[in-house]
């Protein structure tokens, strides 16, 4: 096959972006705007470097970052985005409720739901961002995950974990938490994760990026 002209994989790329679903985020969240004043920070951005170093050696292992809201998961977790979708690699962005409410909708029309599931699970990478948050109203309640969401979002996970097909996963629900919810779900990601690439950050509300300010 010829090699492909400048123009093209330029075109190719802007595609890629386009067909992401992060938008305007791929510009703001990188890794050169990452901050990282605090050990956690550090631990999560090297994390996050050797990660990458190991996809690009051929690794398809997934990344998963679980901590408290304005922790920096969207942000880390978009970066590692778009170095991906830099190296060619197809990224396909998507917020936990849309897929549960996606798959939800078309649960009665099989064939609509196995498209739908379809479109969902092939991407290269599978970005699904802020697990269960919609069934958490306060960080220290108890949540009240509906079973048939958790079906909805095992079924994808499992997809993706039977056919060795790397995940970029986002939760509120840090890991402690997580196993008392649904020990099949942690358990795959764990794995997925080279038991490596998954970071919990224990809550500690001085991490709330959004809530830090300058003190005069
Ligand atoms: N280390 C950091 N350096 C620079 N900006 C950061 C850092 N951590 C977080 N931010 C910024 O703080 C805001 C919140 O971060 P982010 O959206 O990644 O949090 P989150 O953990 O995904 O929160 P939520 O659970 O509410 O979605 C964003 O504007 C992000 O760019
Ligand atoms: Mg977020």
């Given at each position: 096959m010829?090699?492909?002209?400048?123009?093209?994989?330029?075109?190719?790329?802007?595609?890629?972006l386009d067909k992401s679903g992060l938008g305007d985020l791929l510009e703001?969240?990188?890794?050169?705007n990452y901050q990282v004043s605090g050990e956690y920070q550090k631990f999560i951005k090297k994390t996050a470097m050797e990660y990458l170093?190991?996809?690009l050696n051929g690794d398809n292992y997934?990344?998963?970052?679980?901590?408290?809201?304005?922790?920096?998961?969207?942000?880390?977790?978009?970066?590692?985005?778009?170095?991906?979708?830099d190296m060619g690699v197809g990224v396909k962005y998507y917020i936990a409720d849309e897929?549960?409410?996606n798959?939800?909708?078309?649960?009665?029309?099989?064939?609509?739901?196995?498209?739908?599931?379809n479109k969902i699970v092939r991407a290269d990478v599978l970005f699904?961002?802020?697990?269960?948050?919609?069934?958490?109203?306060n960080y220290y309640n108890e949540e009240g995950i509906k079973k048939e969401d958790l079906r909805e979002i095992f079924k994808v996970i499992n997809y993706r974990y039977n056919k060795k097909l790397p995940i970029l996963l986002n939760s509120e629900i840090h890991f402690e938490r997580f196993t008392n919810i649904d020990q099949a779900i942690i358990g795959r990601i764990?794995?997925?994760?080279?038991?490596?690439?998954?970071?919990?950050?224990?809550?500690?509300?001085?991490?709330n990026y959004r809530l830090s300010k300058k003190s005069v």
């Open positions: 010829g090699k492909k002209c400048k123009c093209t994989l330029l075109k190719e790329a802007k595609a890629r703001t969240r990188t890794f050169e170093e190991s996809f997934s990344f998963s970052i679980l901590g408290q809201s304005g922790v920096g998961k969207t942000h880390i977790t978009t970066a590692i985005s778009k170095k991906l979708l897929i549960i409410q798959l939800q909708a078309c649960k009665f029309d099989e064939e609509n739901y196995n498209n739908e599931f699904i961002d802020d697990l269960f948050k919609s069934s958490l109203t764990n794995e997925m994760c080279n038991y490596k690439y998954l970071i919990s950050i224990k809550p500690d509300s001085s991490k």
